[in-house]
């Protein structure tokens, strides 16, 4: 799994990006951590510079973050998951709990709504996939009808042109079979952060996480759609890093 790093800080922080993104999704954020935090972003199994998995199973993904973790040597890590990548930074908490200092869940879907659903149906599903991410005019469709469902102009289908839909589809299938229950035992502090213009879906999630986690804190992201990671950074990163940011981005790495 490809990880890349920002910052050489004491205090670490591992980040796990959603559906269709890459560890790049987290840059604008990284570059307002405090200088005190190291942080390092993945590519999961078959996203940008990560090779497809072995075999198309949840658990070999998660126990993979897992072991990231676990293999951290200065101390416990501070898990931020994006999107679909909360609910794998959550499973990887339950795999390694007393490794886990916190949990930052962003945007989080703890459920796969119907209209992504469909896309799991066979080869009637491939084909609605591939009209609506694989050409630009289904892109510009998606665009419009995911805008009135939150109050946002953002491009939510930018990432897809470039993602095999193997892959998509795949990890789709995947997240369908996650039960809910499965996120109950994470016993690190959960903060839950949300933009006020998001989904339906995703607000919803919110209430089902509460109910799994009564003692998570949910932060509302102001003037925030569902792609909170630039237009929200510095909200999110109050809220994940406290602190005062670096006066500059630090440099990148590769592992």
Wanted: hydrophobic residues 50%; aromatic residues 8%; contains cysteine.
């Amino acid at each position: 799994m490809h990880i890349e790093i920002w910052g050489d800080g004491r205090r670490r922080f591992l980040a796990v990006h959603g559906w269709g993104g890459t560890h790049r999704d987290f840059a604008a954020l990284a570059a307002k951590a405090p200088a005190d935090v190291r942080m390092a972003a993945v590519d999961l199994p078959g996203h940008g510079q990560s090779p497809p998995p072995a075999r198309w199973d949840i658990g070999p993904i998660v126990e993979e973050l897992a072991e990231l973790i676990v293999e951290e040597e200065d101390g416990p890590t501070t898990l931020i998951g994006f999107c679909s990548g909360s609910i794998l930074a959550a499973l990887a908490a339950v795999h390694a709990p007393h490794h886990v200092a916190r949990l930052v869940a962003v945007e989080p879907f703890a459920f796969v709504p119907w209209y992504f659903r469909l896309f799991t149906l066979g080869g009637v599903g491939r084909r609605a996939y591939e009209a609506a991410f694989l050409s630009r005019a289904g892109r510009r469709l998606v665009n419009l009808v995911l805008r009135r469902r939150q109050a946002t102009d953002a491009d939510f289908t930018a990432a897809f042109g470039a993602l095999n839909a193997d892959v998509a589809l795949n990890y789709m299938r995947m997240f369908t079979r996650i039960r809910l229950e499965d996120l109950r035992p994470v016993a690190a502090p959960v903060d839950i952060a949300v933009g006020d213009r998001t989904f339906g879906a995703v607000q919803r999630s919110v209430e089902m996480l509460r109910s799994l986690w009564p003692a998570a804190r949910v932060r509302r992201l102001v003037e925030v759609g569902h792609l909170p990671l630039v237009r929200g950074a510095r909200q999110l990163a109050a809220l994940a890093f406290g602190g005062r940011p670096r006066r500059r981005e630090g440099s990148g790495g590769a592992r």
